[in-house]
């Protein structure tokens, strides 16, 4: 069985709304979230999880694990395979400032109505493109 052009486009399109409409939901069951000040680099230790947006590309699947010394390694898993970035944050007005080998970004932390923690994260990378991240801390 073959589908004609329309009913394809059709089926793409139904599938793509349902897909922004469970964002959306799963967005919504967060409650609105309230940008929390970052005191020190110990208050955001630990392995963050979630996906990168970066300029002309897919998503991708990333581990961001911050240590207490300030250090980080950050694993990005990529259809054609993985790739693995190291740096360090510090902390300044109360934002995560990430300096990389492949770039310097901004992470802010964020908390939900329900107390669940996130991290949004604007980075320009060497090359002078942009990526944004939305990464949850893993349990």
Not at 25 to 49: E, K, M, N
Not at 84 to 105: A, P, T, Y
């Amino acid at each position: 069985m073959t589908f004609s052009g329309t009913r394809a486009l059709g089926v793409l399109v139904g599938g793509v709304v349902v897909g922004f409409i469970a964002s959306l939901l799963g967005c919504a069951s967060l409650g609105p979230l309230t940008p929390v000040p970052v005191s020190d680099v110990r208050s955001v230790a630990g392995t963050w999880q979630g996906t990168v947006y970066k300029s002309n590309s897919q998503p991708d699947y990333v581990d961001l694990t911050i240590r207490e010394d300030g250090s980080y390694e950050v694993v990005s898993r990529h259809t054609i395979g993985t790739s693995i970035g190291k740096g360090r944050i510090v902390v300044s007005d109360g934002h995560i400032i990430f300096q990389g080998e492949k770039g310097h970004g901004v992470g802010t932390l964020l908390r939900s109505r329900g107390g669940d923690r996130l991290m949004e994260i604007e980075a320009t990378l060497s090359d002078n493109s942009t990526l944004s991240a939305t990464l949850s801390l893993s349990r």
